[in-house]
């Protein structure tokens, strides 16, 4: 026994000797790869010393103990090695790169303290023991070594806070308001903390890369920048969370909470728009996607101040008619608005009845009412009153003073009223926005009533009458996408006297050479179509593209032969012929993914069937790793003969990134009658030296096939 006992002790000696001259000493140590493995298992042996640790704290103070030393001995024999081994460990994994913080030299120097305390201890147990007061002295130092130490390696771990962030209510800051939300400090940066600052912060900068701050992020990491809009797929961030799950570039890690769908797309069109970090939620267009993405996070600064009352159902029952709608501007709230229809109808008495919900109406639109400046007194009794909607009226300066008596009013609109530029340099308001288009105010005369009305935003509508603009692009009618019969290609534009010119080749469409869309054209095979709208003196349209795919039938019987990769299995070999198209995102359970093995189908027919082209609807994503097929091989059997290759391609590989697209590869097959079928898809094995992961095996994914 008194052997293992010294075995354990000199090698705790000698391993806390190593692990002090290691930390004094560590800028000319290096490390080499195939220690970093011990490294990496720190975290799976650090738990055991605290609980020992802990443990023998307890057992020192407890007197029943005291007449089994050498089962104590043997406990803390055990606890040295394991603690000096987990700090040395410890100690390995930092010199990886990014963990240069303080926080990581606060965890490395207390593991140290720990160990070496810890060895002091056993050394001097009978002394300890002896005096009460130095037994209290260092049970206190230990556990408040432990408690630090611990501490920084959970903040290194999961973050700061960690420990605490349960009890802390995550609405309990300051409400942000619709109208003072940026994208980026209330919209993009929290997606960012809650699920990449845990492993690239200031404390543990994986691939030097730190993601607190705008400054950090802009500086990018090893790899380069974290976003670019002039680059394929705009850049780093979006390619490694678009990458397959189980690929070790995918982020974040398999394990860690993932990005949901709604976060990915907000990343990538706020990168996409061009990463602007100072823009407002407000200064975006109503139907920009990251606005509707996110617009509902947010109250306005009106909606988070309505404190009075809800009116009865009854009385909003009660003043709805055909030409008066009175209703609630958002789910349970208690303000209303009330919008009026029909001049023919309206009589301004009928402004009386609003009396009812004097303390509720914060918006009324009287647009192209009857209403003159007479009528206007009454709304000096609203309140609540905010919003009002004048345009079109018979309204003059007159009106302005009544006005100023509103005092909530923040949003006025006198668009094609008589109100001039003279009434409205003498009777400002403290209003957020005052829309005047076709009225007397002319873009010369901004300057100066900007000057009298402050910070209030006036509009006064877009007078470019030189300036081109872009035609939109056309419209594809069809509603169908898989065709078994031909038909009729439909396309439309609202603008009168425009060109349409189409291809169905794939090519772009020009103003020159492309055929005008005039009589029906006929679509009777798997067609790509692009169209464009022309007209002089305008812009021409962006390019609308749409595949038709057409389908002579199902096969009766269709197994894969080889399985597909289990997170991209689909519905097996059901997938293929359900006539239901993936889209971009691979990971949706409509797309069959192959990589270590190629994707082999057997079709089979119970009576022999006439086709002319067989079409494999695949997918590129090469920043993805998912490129075109290194081979597409089709094997075929008529109604008595054997099988034998009927159809073969290999398809141009990419020199370089671009953009994702859908790809789709026809193979003629003759039109012979066919009994049988066998596909073969080869992935590639090799990725081109020029892409970033050259020489691991690329992915092809596959969503539909079509027999014609």
């Known amino acids: 026994m008194r052997t293992w006992k010294t075995l354990l002790y000199n090698l705790a000696f000698a391993a806390n000797t190593l692990l002090l001259f290691f930390v004094l000493a560590e800028q000319w140590v290096v490390v080499p790869a195939w220690l970093q493995v011990a490294g990496r298992m720190h975290p799976l042996l650090l738990h055991f010393p605290i609980v020992l640790l802990l443990l023998c704290l307890v057992l020192e103070w407890l007197p029943s103990f005291k007449n089994s030393e050498s089962l104590l001995d043997g406990l803390w024999l055990i606890t ?3 603690t000096v081994f987990s700090a040395l460990f410890g100690w390995i994994l930092s010199r990886e790169e990014g963990y240069t913080s303080e926080t990581v030299s606060w965890h490395k120097w207390g593991g140290v303290f720990l160990s070496i305390f810890a060895l002091g201890w056993y050394h001097l147990r009978r002394i300890i023991q002896s005096k009460k007061i130095v037994l209290s002295l260092s049970s206190s130092t230990m556990l408040l070594a432990l408690i630090i130490t611990g501490h920084q390696g959970a903040v290194l771990t999961h973050g700061d806070d960690f420990i605490l962030a349960p009890m802390k209510d995550p609405n309990s800051g300051p409400p942000v308001a619709f ?7 209330h919209v993009v940066m929290p997606i960012l903390d809650a699920k990449c600052v845990g492993c690239h912060n200031s404390g543990k900068a994986k691939g030097d890369l730190i993601m607190e701050t705008a400054a950090t992020l802009l500086r990018g990491g090893k790899n380069g920048l974290l976003w670019d809009t002039t680059a394929k797929e705009y850049g780093l ?12 570039e995918h982020m974040p890690p398999k394990g860690k909470p993932q990005l949901t769908e709604d976060e990915i797309a907000i990343l990538y069109h706020w990168i996409k728009a061009g990463g602007d970090m100072k823009i407002k939620l407000s200064a975006i267009p109503e139907t920009d996607s990251i606005r509707l993405l996110t617009a509902s996070l947010f109250k306005s600064q009106d909606e988070s101040s309505y404190a009075f009352a809800a009116a009865s159902e009854s009385t909003i029952e009660e003043l709805n008619s055909h030409y008066r709608m009175v209703q609630p501007i958002a789910a349970e709230s208690p303000a209303l608005e009330v919008n009026y ?9 009928q402004l009386k009845d609003l009396l009812k919900i004097k303390d509720q109406l914060v918006s009324l639109n009287l647009n192209r009412m009857p209403v003159s400046d007479a009528d206007l007194e009454l709304l000096k009794q609203f309140p609540e009153l905010r919003n009002l909607n004048l345009s079109f009226t018979s309204i003059t300066d007159k009106s302005l003073p009544i006005l100023q008596q509103i005092s909530s009013l923040q949003e006025l609109s006198v668009s094609g ?24 105010v ?3 005369d901004l300057p100066a009533l900007k000057t009298i009305w402050g910070e209030t935003r006036l509009e006064t509508g877009f007078t470019g009458d030189t300036i081109m603009i872009q035609l939109n692009a056309p419209i594809v009618q069809n509603e169908e996408q898989i065709f078994s019969q031909p038909f009729e290609l439909k396309l439309k534009h609202f603008v009168q006297g425009v060109d349409l010119r189409y291809t169905l080749d794939g090519t772009e469409p020009d103003s020159l050479t492309s055929p005008v869309y005039k009589s029906p054209v006929t679509i009777s095979s798997t067609t790509q179509v692009k169209a464009r709208a022309f007209k002089k003196g305008w812009i021409s349209s962006t390019t609308v593209n749409r595949q038709f795919f057409g389908s002579g039938g199902k096969p009766d019987s269709i197994r894969l032969a080889t399985a597909p990769d289990p997170s991209y299995k689909g519905n097996g070999g059901a997938t293929l012929i359900d006539e ?10 409509k797309w069959l993914g192959y990589m270590h093995n190629n994707m082999e189908v057997w079709v089979e027919f119970n009576e022999p069937k006439s086709i002319k082209n067989l079409s494999v609807s695949t997918l590129i994503s090469i920043g993805s790793y998912i490129m075109p097929p290194a081979e597409i091989q089709v094997w075929g059997a008529e109604a008595a003969g054997t099988l034998s290759m009927v159809a073969r391609e290999r398809p141009v590989q990419p020199s370089k990134d671009t953009a994702q697209f859908e790809k789709i590869y026809s193979l ?9 079928l066998k596909l073969v898809i080869k992935p590639v094995a090799s990725l081109p030296k020029w892409h970033p992961g050259k020489g691991a095996p690329g992915w092809v994914f596959v969503d539909e096939l079509f027999f014609e």
Not at 179 to 185: C, L, N, P, S
Not at 341 to 349: D, L, R, T, V
């Open 80 to 82: 040295l090695n394991l």
């Open 179 to 185: 109208e003072d939300a940026i994208v980026f400090d």
């Open 237 to 248: 961030l979006l390619q490694r969370v678009h990458l397959p799950m189980d690929h070790k």
């Open 341 to 349: 229809f029909g001049a023919s109808q309206f009589k301004p008495e």
């Open 417 to 440: 009223t008589e109100v001039t530029k003279a009434g409205l340099a003498k009777f400002p308001m403290p209003l957020k926005s005052l829309y005047c288009w076709n009225t007397g």
């Open 442 to 444: 002319s873009a010369a």
């Open 580 to 589: 239901i198209k993936g889209d971009g995102n691979f990971r949706s359970g």
């Open 668 to 676: 003629p097959l003759g039109e012979k009658m066919y009994k049988r």
